[in-house]
């Protein structure tokens, strides 16, 4: 058995993490070795995509794990009625820049609890065997 806190101890504790309530201020991503793991709480993972990953200079393997958002791409949640949960789920899509990281050598893998990706509106940014069904290689789920 594994947990959330497991994970965050195996990515080398919070030194090496993007914790929710402000404690993603504390990682320095200049500061990240070269092969090392990041553990990102789930509702952080935007941010961290976005704002912190593209200045990790050396490879990396990214955790995400702690909350109920989907990572790299939020998900379309239905209730039971089949509407849109857009009012619980925040939207985003970050997988184009998680497949940035992978082409240029730096992402290692995206490790996730809730995976969900989409593919890209412009299909130039995919290598043409992305599809709707397929798991991009550098994403596992938990």
Not at 115 to 137: G, K, Q, V
Request: hydrophobic residues 30%.
């Amino acid at each position: 058995f594994i947990s959330g806190d497991g994970f965050r101890h195996r990515c080398g504790g919070t030194n090496q993490s993007c914790l929710a309530g402000g404690k993603c201020d504390a990682l320095s991503p200049e500061l990240i070795a070269d092969g090392s793991c990041v553990f990102v709480d789930a509702d952080m993972w935007y941010f961290f995509a976005v704002k912190l990953a593209p200045r990790i200079p050396g490879r990396y393997t990214v955790v995400v794990h702690n909350g109920d958002q989907s990572s790299p791409d939020g998900a379309n949640e239905k209730d039971e009625d089949g509407a849109t949960m857009r009012h619980v789920m925040r939207q985003h899509k970050s997988s184009h820049i998680m497949e940035q990281e992978w082409k240029r050598g730096r992402l290692i893998a995206h490790h996730t609890g809730n995976l969900w990706w989409r593919p890209a509106e412009d299909r130039s940014t995919y290598n043409a065997t992305y599809t709707r069904f397929t798991r991009p290689p550098f994403l596992h789920c938990l």
